[in-house]
C-alpha cells in the first residue's frame, strides 16, 4: 500500500514539473511607433496564471489596461480528450518623447511558481515632416511614384577586406497599402561567394523614418556576400514586381461594376532593384604556410580518447575549429602520421548557421586511428592559420602534439609495418560465389526470338504509334481551343457562375443579406460579360438587352434577367423594403442562369 502511495506520489509530482517546464510567459509589442500615435503592449502566459504584475512604463503614457483576457480550448485526439487555457495581459501606452526604450519584464504566477517574461525594446520615431504641395497631391490621388513605394540595397559594410563578408539587404518602404509582391528578379552576385538568410514565412511590416518620413518597410531578400577577388565589384540591378491598393478618387468613366464595389483597385507595378558597389581590400602580403584563405575569427580545439592502448586497438582523434567567417573555405588538416598506424577518415561534420553577424559555428574533424604495431609513437601537432578582422593580422593556431604508448597484443600477432594512411574498411561485395552443381540438370530447348513473333510487331510498335498519334491530335485541338480566349470564357461561363451563387448561398445561410445581394449579382453579370464577349467596363443593363436578343434569347427570359437585376439592386441598398426574401432571389437567379445557358447560342466566329 506505502508503494502505491510513493509511486502515485511521483507521478503527480513529475506531471506537475512537466507542466511547470511548458509554461511559456512571453511579451510582445512593435519594434518602432511613430511620436503621438498609441500601441499596444500584451504579455501572454500559456497557463492559468494568477497575480500579474506589468512594468512601469516611465517613457510612455499608460492610457488604459491592464485589460485581462481568459481563452479556454478542448480537443479529442483518438479518444482522449484535452484542455488548455491561457491569459493574456494587455496595455494601451502613447510615447512621451523620441529615442529608443526598454520596456522592462512582468511577472505572473502559475501554480505557485514564479514566471518573467521577456523585456521588449520600443523605438519612437518622430512625426512625418510637412510635405511639399506635390507630395500632398500624390498622396491625395494616392499615384504610385518613386516617392511613396521603392526599394533600397543596404550594405552593412562598403569597404571589407577580401573572403570577408558584407550583409546585403534589400529592403521595400512604402506608403501605400501593400497587397503582395513576387517574380523577385535578384542581380548575379558576380565576383562573390553569396550565402542567402532564410527569412520567416510570416514576415510582418516595420514602420522605419527615412528623409522625414515614416515608412512601412519590408526586408525581402538578404544574402551574405564574400568578395573573392580585389578592388571595385559592383552589383547590378534587379527587379519585383508589387500589388498595390489604391483609392478610387475620380468617378469618370467609371464602369458598371464601380456602384456596387468599394471605392479601391489593386494596381500591378514594377519595382527597380537598385545597385550597389563594394570596395574590396587585398589581404597583407605576409602570410603564413598554413593560410588557405580562411578570414574570420577562429579558435582550435583538439583531443585523444586515448593514448594508452593494445594493439591494433582504435584511437579517435577530434580536431575542431570554431568560431565566425567563411567557415566554408576550411580544408581538411594535412597530418604526418606515423606509418604504423592505421588511419580511417577524416569525418567531417559542419555545423554552420547564417545570421546577419554572418557564418558561425564550427567544422569538426574525427580520425580513426589504429596502431598496427607496439611501441611509442607521436601524433604531430596541426597548424591552422587564418586573417582575424578584428586585429587585421594573420593568426596562426596550434592542434595538441600526442604522444601513443601501444603494448602488444596479447595473442602474439605478428608486427606489421605499413603505412595504411588511407585505406578502406572491408566491404562485403556480393555472395555470387556457389558451388557447382552436377546433379539433377535438366536442358530446355531454348525458344525462338519474340521479334519473329506477328503479335510483338503489333503490340509493341503498332498500338503505341496509334496511342501516340491520338494523343498528339487531342492535344493539338485542346491547344487550340485554349488559345482562343473568348471561346475559353464563354466555356467557362456557367461553371464560374455556379462558383459565385455558391458563395451566395453561403451569406444566404449566414443571413449576410448586403454580401448576399453583391455575390448574386456578380454571378449574373459575369455570366453575362463571358457568354456575350462583353468587357465589365462596357457592360450595362441596355448593351446586355441587346446582346441577349441578338443571341436569339426569348423575350421573356430577357425581362425575367432584367426584373431580377432590378429587384437584387433595390434589395442591396433597401433590404427592409424588399417584397421578395432572399431565399426567393437565389431561386431565380439559379433557375434564370439554367435558362440562358439554354438559350444563349455561341456566335460562330468563335
Known sequence: MKRKIIISLIAQLALSVSLIAQVSFTASAPSAVVMGQTFRVTYSVNAAAKDFRGPEFADFEELAGPFTSQNNSMQIINGQMSSSVSYSYSYTLQPKKEGTFVISAATVMVENQKYTSNSLTVKVLPPDKPQSNSQQQNQQQQQVTAENIFILAQLSRTTVFEQDYTLLTYKLYSLVDLVDFGNIKLPDAKGFLKQEIELPRQRQLNVENYKGRNYNTLVLHQSLLYPQRTGTIDIEKGSIEVIVRLRNTTRTNRGFFDDFFDTYQDVKRTLTIPSARIEVEPLPSNKPASFSGVVGDLSLLSSINSTSVMQNDAITLKIKISGSGNLKMISTPTIDFPADIEVHGPKVDNNFQSTSYGVTGSKLFEYTLIPRSSGEFTIPSVAFSYFNTKTKSYKTLQSNEYTIKVTKDASGSAQVIANYTGK???????????????????????????????????????????????????????????????????????????????????????????????ETLKALWLYVSDKLNLPLSELNKDNAEIELRNSNVEETVIQEFMKLLSTCEFARYAPSASSITMNEVYEQATEMIGKLQESIKINRKL
Open 424 to 518: 578502406e574498411n572491408v566491404k562485403m561485395l556480393g555472395k555470387d560465389i556457389r558451388y557447382i552443381q552436377t546433379k539433377g540438370i535438366r536442358i530446355h530447348k531454348k525458344n525462338d526470338f519474340a521479334l519473329n513473333n506477328v503479335w510483338f510487331f503489333i503490340g509493341f510498335y503498332v498500338i503505341p504509334f496509334l496511342l501516340t498519334l491520338t494523343l498528339i491530335i487531342i492535344y493539338r485541338k485542346r491547344l487550340k481551343e485554349n488559345a482562343n480566349i473568348l471561346l475559353v470564357k464563354n466555356r467557362k461561363a456557367n461553371k464560374l457562375s455556379k462558383k459565385r451563387l455558391k458563395m451566395a448561398d453561403k451569406y444566404l445561410q449566414e443571413g449576410m443579406q448586403e454580401a448576399f445581394y453583391d
